[in-house]
């Protein structure tokens, strides 16, 4: 072959490559730069390997633009960072998709489009519609006499075990000489709840071992991966490397929560009294009796997997990246106790009823899911047709992230982001005022489970703050930094000193 053609040969070949990286589709939102096979994923990691949402605002800035274009491998993805933009994705219904025939979200949920966070149409909006409807019995979202008492005990139990100490060697692996490794304190209290809400039962301090495994498993899932879902939901063939991309953590955490719950779901199953009505579950298997439609045990399985995710992973880890950022701001820990002091006193323990009239603690949470972003992508969407945004034309099912870290970080949205100042979300008379952060979304799709994500972290957040004082301990991870990347941002565990602050 001769030079000549082995250079016309070459010149092509270089050519085909650059039209690759730089052709999109029409009228698209400024491009991320793009590669063969791993399209932008790698510019993303190339910034950030363990955090890649914190490479967008390096690339907004440079496109000079809220919306960008960016290809996770050959996924084509539109990505909102700013306010504006976001908002206007998460109350748009052509936004409401949800893409899910990626091969491992088929792994976790027995190779179908079963659940409500992968789902979408008429089978998410029958099975959310249900599921919330009933759970709303139950204390999910909605003021309940009998699930507040029960959440109390709970809170009672953690404040016990805290100023007690451990009663048996499970606890001893988790609390000693007035230390206690977070976040494991916090998941019984956690798990408890949302335990409550689709059983109608609660385990007792005997059976936390139970609880701390299934909040485990969550973790393990939720870390699998990075803030994108990780170059194992790009690309499906990842899997027979085993672990190296997280397949096989993905695949345990999910599978062992869900044989957790199955266990007790076919035990309520055949119990065989069908006047219980004691939780969700007791719910739905009559309605799984009455008709099959869209109801199976294996959605059921998946509706609980779903929503149970949230509460047992996502919120000790909120409530803990939050005693981290006060012991971090002692000033803002002083305010919060002094201000539970002066409202609730010692007598008793904080309640719903005093979060009206405790505007700095409620402010102070506020501020911490802001600065700690716990979904910093959220859940992907996707178009459901072809759309227009901003002047844009999205074609259809192209996903669409919503950079709700990019937003809750914006300079030219909040001023001082980098900034803990629960101070942002109060007015001049002190009392809340409008809150622009997004920590659950926002529209139809907007986390089903806030209202019940708020009530706890306030509940437990501010009983701890009411009877504690909080203080580091050496060679423990103690910086804000020392948090560890996943499909939610989680603190690394760590061992804190607790200490009463009055008998």
């Avoid at 335990?195 to 609880?211: P, Q, T």
């Avoid at 485990?216 to 991309?245: C, E, H, P």
């Avoid at 409620?362 to 716990?374: G, I």
């Avoid at 982001?417 to 920590?439: A, I, T, V, W």
Wanted: hydrophobic fraction near 35%; charge should be positive.
């Amino acid at each position: 072959m001769s030079p000549l053609l082995i250079g016309i040969i070459f010149l092509l070949l270089l050519y085909r490559i650059y039209e690759y990286v730089t052709r999109v589709p029409p009228n698209l939102p400024p491009c991320l730069p793009r590669l063969p096979i791993v399209g932008s994923y790698w510019h993303l990691l190339w910034h950030n390997y363990k955090h890649p949402a914190k490479a967008l605002p390096y690339y907004t800035k440079k496109l000079k633009s809220g919306l960008v274009t960016c290809y996770m491998g050959s996924f084509l993805t539109i990505i909102a960072n700013d306010y504006d933009s976001i908002k206007e994705v998460l109350t748009r219904e052509e936004f409401d998709g949800r893409e899910a025939g990626i091969d491992i979200l088929l792994e976790r949920s027995f190779r179908e489009k079963l659940g409500i966070f992968f789902t979408e149409g008429k089978l998410w909006q029958k099975q959310r519609r249900f599921a919330l409807r009933h759970m709303r019995d139950f204390g999910f979202g909605r003021r309940h006499g009998k699930f507040e008492a029960n959440s109390m005990e709970n809170v009672v139990l953690l404040i016990k075990m805290l100023k007690e100490g451990p009663i048996n060697k499970e606890e001893e692996t988790y609390l000693r000489n007035g230390c206690a490794l977070f976040p494991d304190i916090l998941y019984p209290y956690a798990a408890n709840n949302v335990w409550d809400i689709m059983f109608g039962e609660r385990l007792d301090r005997s059976e936390h071992h139970k609880l701390r495994y299934i909040c485990k498993s969550a973790m393990l899932f939720q870390r699998s991966g990075d803030t994108t879902g990780g170059a194992i939901v790009q690309f499906w063939y990842l899997k027979y490397f085993g672990n190296m991309f997280g397949y096989k953590n993905f695949i345990k955490g999910s599978c062992r929560l869900r044989d957790f719950i199955e266990e007790h779901v076919d035990n309520r199953q055949y119990s065989g009294n069908s006047d219980y009505d004691r939780g969700l579950v007791d719910r739905y298997l009559k309605e799984l009796e009455a008709t099959k439609d869209t109801f199976s045990k294996k959605q059921l399985l998946m509706t609980l997997l779903d929503f149970m995710f949230p509460a047992l992973s996502a919120m000790p880890s909120a409530i803990l990246h939050t005693i981290k950022l006060v012991m971090h701001h002692p000033k803002v820990m002083k305010n919060v106790q002094a201000e539970i002091d002066s409202v609730v006193g010692t007598g008793r323990l904080v309640t719903w009823d005093d979060r009206q009239n405790l505007p700095y603690t409620e402010a102070t949470l506020r501020e911490s899911l802001r600065y700690e972003t716990l979904t910093p992508f959220s859940v992907f969407h996707k178009t459901l047709k072809e759309t227009t945004i901003r002047g844009f034309t999205i074609p259809s099912n192209t996903l669409v992230v919503t950079n709700l870290a990019g937003m809750h970080n914006d300079p030219d949205f909040w001023g001082d982001p980098k900034k803990f100042k629960p101070e942002r979300f109060l007015n001049e008379d002190g009392q809340l005022c409008k809150d622009y952060s997004l920590p659950f979304g926002l529209g139809h799709r907007v986390c089903a489970g806030e209202t019940f994500a708020r009530y706890t972290l306030f509940e437990g957040f501010a009983a701890l703050m009411q009877n504690f004082n909080f203080s580091f301990v050496e060679g423990e991870p103690t910086g804000l930094e020392d948090k560890l990347p996943g499909l939610i941002v989680t603190p690394k565990e760590t061992w804190i000193r607790v200490e009463p602050r009055y008998t």
